[in-house]
């Protein structure tokens, strides 16, 4: 009786010292920690992903990270600019014209 309280005991400490770590734990993103631009300057070199991450210390899922990252970022960029090539981007805020203005406050002749 006195093992079965001890092992419950145990367990129940070990459980609560799992799931304090696991909350406290912060997860970690690459993209914060791994230099895209270096990354894509190597491999626009005619490098391997595969010899990027040997030679930066980090990961070829890093790399692949970086390389997709980039085709986002070109392919976001080229729809933005194909827009406004066809005039679908909305228009900037600027003054409004004198036509679109209300019609200024006349004396009338009485």
């Known amino acids: 009786m006195l093992t079965k309280k001890i092992a419950l005991a145990a367990a129940s400490a070990m459980l609560l ?19 895209c631009d270096a990354v894509m300057n190597e491999l626009n070199s005619g490098k391997k992903a595969k010899e990027v991450a ?9 790399v692949y ?3 997709r990252h980039a085709k986002e970022a070109a392919k976001a960029s080229t729809k933005s600019s194909s827009q406004a090539k066809a005039g679908n981007e909305p228009p900037a805020m600027s003054a409004p014209s004198p036509a679109m203005a ?4 006349a004396a009338s002749p009485k």
Do not use: E, G
Request: with cysteine.
């Open 17 to 35: 010292t799992t799931v304090a770590f696991a909350t406290s734990a912060r997860p970690a993103y690459a993209a914060a920690k791994v230099d």
């Open 65 to 67: 990270r970086c390389k």
């Open 54 to 62: 040997t030679d930066l210390s980090i990961s070829t899922s890093s």
């Open 102 to 105: 209300p019609p200024a406050a």
